[in-house]
């Protein structure tokens, strides 16, 4: 046993000096795709950082267009704290709040030169609340949850008082293109007099609960602790709603709804996971849309997650866009709701494959490609060998578009969702929240891992660990704030449990856990 350890003390330190040689926080030395991924979506984020004047500086997804999103610039912010040098989208949110009318309306989309709306009158997925929470959960800095908890309560009020239906109290966006998922087949595209065609749409309603669910956590914080209670009613009483109308027993599958006659449109989308994550789907219901996620001919694709059941007859295995291709923004919203229900083996499996098939894509794709004779002559490697917009859910290929030609490449944005963030909670395992001063750690790969500089309470946490097998962990914690760490081995027969204070704490898996210390 003392040359194991020897062993492994030796290969800790080789760990520290990789960490301290990589360009990006997070590594995992077993999987050096999975590490290059993750390489080129920092440089990406990072290229694709501007400073524009009059706005604050901010990540765009498509450098020149001269528009910022609200749903893209959702998700470039969850990216905070996770990446070297903040390169992240919460720039983006601030730019936004700016943009916020006295009566709480956001648009969809801004154009930088006029400074208004590109589309006047049109939303996008209302994530701020969600996104503000992640942030202020993971790193414990609480700086920016004032002024975004003023922003996000006016923009759930205003939504409700513009985006629901007088006859049942659901929600609706104008049409597919504002809720993001463009040319969907859930109600007509581009419906007329921006109404919906007729339609409640399931993600709005489960994102408006997820919202008030995220406003009622963030309400002690600003000195409101009595407007907990009433956001938490809000979500319950919408939460009854969608349960009641849009889930079909037969399918095991929440639907969107037609508004004069309550029936269920018989499309199954992607959009119905956001029951997960929002809390709104019972244990029962979790499970059976977790089961969805396996069914071969529903959502079970080669790569999931298709935005489209395969069972529809609009399914295009090459993605066609919203016709099945996998976003990598409803692939993040997907695992994390699975962890947040209990199947986290399931979403570490559909972050493996996903993060599998960018690999292939990012390595392998210019001589599968050119073995179908696609023309590159106005592409480099570069641009070729990167991140793409979506991908095909059958194939190791960036998905097509609604026109049948390639999305858009280096795409980060929302592609780095994946090779940043899934590859940090489900890959390397770590539940990061500062607010309740603890790191939980379920390892799942072998080798040499970790992730230094995390941002932590105001100051920072670095972890590694040696993992020569399932059962075994070395772990070495390096911080100057405490916490409490706990480290779950691989096939589930070890935990440790320690209280770390400030300072260089190591420990391997068959010392005894501190489940009866004093707590912090």
């Given at each position: 046993?003392?040359?194991?350890?020897?062993?492994?003390?030796?290969?800790?330190?080789?760990?520290?000096?990789?960490?301290?040689?990589?360009?990006?926080?997070?590594?995992?030395?077993?999987?050096?795709?999975?590490?290059?991924?993750?390489?080129k979506?920092?440089?990406?984020?990072?290229?694709?950082?501007?400073?524009?004047?009059?706005?604050?500086?901010?990540m765009?997804?498509?450098?020149?267009?001269?528009?910022?999103?609200?749903?893209?610039?959702?998700?470039?912010?969850?990216?905070?704290?996770?990446?070297?040098?903040?390169?992240?989208?919460?720039?983006?949110?601030?730019?936004?709040?700016?943009?916020q009318?006295?009566?709480?309306?956001?648009?969809?989309?801004?154009?930088?030169?006029?400074?208004?709306?590109?589309?006047?009158?049109?939303?996008?997925?209302?994530?701020?609340?969600?996104?503000?929470?992640?942030?202020?959960?993971?790193?414990?800095?609480?700086?920016?949850?004032?002024?975004?908890?003023?922003?996000?309560?006016?923009?759930?009020?205003?939504?409700?008082?513009?985006?629901?239906?007088?006859?049942?109290?659901?929600?609706?966006?104008?049409?597919?293109?504002?809720?993001?998922?463009?040319?969907?087949?859930?109600?007509?595209?581009?419906?007329?007099?921006?109404?919906?065609?007729d339609?409640?749409?399931?993600?709005?309603?489960?994102?408006?609960?997820?919202?008030?669910?995220?406003?009622?956590?963030?309400?002690?914080?600003?000195g409101?602790?009595?407007?907990?209670?009433?956001?938490?009613?809000?979500?319950?009483?919408?939460?009854?709603?969608i349960?009641?109308?849009?889930?079909?027993?037969?399918?095991?599958?929440?639907?969107?709804?037609?508004?004069?006659?309550?029936?269920?449109?018989?499309?199954?989308?992607?959009?119905?996971?956001?029951?997960?994550?929002?809390?709104?789907?019972?244990?029962?219901?979790?499970?059976?849309?977790?089961?969805?996620?396996?069914?071969?001919?529903?959502?079970?694709?080669?790569?999931?997650?298709?935005?489209?059941s395969?069972?529809?007859?609009?399914?295009?295995?090459?993605?066609?866009?919203?016709?099945g291709?996998?976003?990598?923004?409803?692939?993040?919203?997907?695992?994390?709701?699975?962890?947040?229900?209990g199947?986290?083996?399931?979403?570490?499996?559909?972050?493996?494959?996903?993060?599998d098939?960018?690999?292939?894509?990012?390595?392998?794709?210019?001589?599968?490609?050119?073995?179908?004779?696609?023309?590159?002559?106005?592409s480099?490697?570069?641009?070729?060998?990167?991140?793409?917009?979506?991908?095909?859910?059958?194939?190791?290929e960036?998905?097509?578009?609604?026109?049948?030609?390639?999305?858009?490449?280096?795409?980060?944005?929302?592609?780095?969702?994946?090779?940043?963030?899934?590859?940090?909670?489900?890959?390397?395992?770590?539940?990061?929240?500062?607010?309740?001063?603890?790191?939980?750690?379920?390892?799942?790969?072998?080798?040499?891992?970790?992730?230094?500089?995390?941002p932590?309470?105001?100051?920072?946490?670095?972890?590694?660990?040696?993992?020569?097998?399932?059962?075994f962990?070395?772990?070495?914690?390096?911080?100057?704030?405490?916490?409490?760490l706990?480290?779950?081995s691989?096939d589930?027969?070890?935990?440790?449990?320690?209280?770390?204070?400030?300072?260089?704490?190591?420990?391997?898996?068959?010392?005894?856990?501190?489940?009866?210390?004093?707590?912090?």
């Amino acid at each position: 046993m003392n040359k194991k350890l020897t062993t492994v003390m030796m290969a800790l330190a080789a760990s520290a000096l990789c960490a301290a040689e990589l360009n990006t926080r997070a590594y995992l030395e077993s999987r050096p795709d999975w590490q290059r991924l993750n390489d080129k979506a920092v440089s990406l984020a990072k290229k694709n950082m501007e400073k524009l004047d009059g706005w604050k500086t901010q990540m765009t997804c498509m450098p020149g267009v001269g528009i910022i999103w609200q749903w893209d610039s959702c998700y470039m912010a969850l990216y905070g704290g996770y990446t070297p040098g903040n390169y992240n989208g919460l720039g983006n949110l601030d730019n936004l709040y700016q943009m916020q009318g006295e009566d709480g309306y956001i648009s969809m989309a801004y154009t930088y030169e006029t400074r208004k709306p590109t589309w006047a009158g049109r939303i996008n997925p209302p994530l701020y609340a969600w996104c503000e929470w992640l942030y202020a959960e993971r790193t414990g800095d609480l700086t920016r949850l004032p002024k975004a908890y003023e922003a996000c309560s006016k923009y759930y009020r205003w939504l409700k008082a513009n985006r629901t239906r007088e006859k049942n109290g659901l929600y609706y966006f104008e049409d597919t293109g504002s809720s993001g998922m463009d040319n969907s087949p859930r109600s007509g595209y581009f419906a007329e007099h921006q109404k919906g065609s007729d339609v409640c749409f399931v993600d709005l309603c489960c994102q408006q609960v997820l919202a008030a669910r995220c406003l009622a956590k963030m309400a002690p914080y600003v000195g409101k602790p009595e407007e907990a209670k009433t956001w938490n009613h809000e979500a319950d009483h919408l939460a009854e709603k969608i349960n009641d109308l849009m889930w079909c027993e037969k399918t095991g599958f929440y639907h969107d709804l037609y508004i004069n006659t309550n029936n269920k449109l018989a499309v199954k989308t992607a959009a119905a996971f956001w029951a997960l994550v929002s809390g709104v789907a019972t244990p029962d219901r979790a499970a059976k849309l977790a089961a969805h996620l396996t069914n071969e001919n529903t959502f079970g694709s080669k790569y999931p997650v298709p935005s489209l059941s395969k069972d529809d007859p609009n399914y295009d295995p090459y993605g066609g866009y919203w016709l099945g291709g996998v976003w990598p923004p409803i692939v993040y919203m997907t695992c994390r709701g699975l962890r947040e229900n209990g199947y986290g083996d399931l979403s570490r499996d559909i972050a493996r494959k996903h993060l599998d098939q960018m690999c292939d894509v990012l390595f392998n794709y210019r001589t599968k490609a050119k073995s179908k004779k696609f023309s590159f002559s106005s592409s480099t490697d570069e641009e070729i060998g990167t991140i793409w917009e979506c991908y095909a859910p059958e194939f190791a290929e960036p998905a097509r578009d609604k026109l049948g030609k390639q999305v858009r490449k280096n795409f980060v944005g929302w592609g780095g969702l994946g090779p940043i963030i899934l590859f940090i909670e489900d890959i390397i395992g770590l539940d990061i929240n500062a607010l309740e001063n603890r790191i939980d750690w379920r390892i799942s790969e072998t080798g040499n891992q970790g992730m230094k500089d995390i941002p932590f309470n105001g100051g920072k946490v670095s972890l590694s660990a040696f993992v020569p097998d399932k059962r075994f962990f070395s772990v070495t914690v390096e911080t100057d704030r405490p916490l409490r760490l706990r480290v779950f081995s691989a096939d589930g027969t070890h935990r440790v449990v320690k209280y770390i204070k400030p300072g260089v704490t190591k420990f391997h898996s068959r010392e005894p856990s501190a489940e009866h210390d004093a707590p912090l």
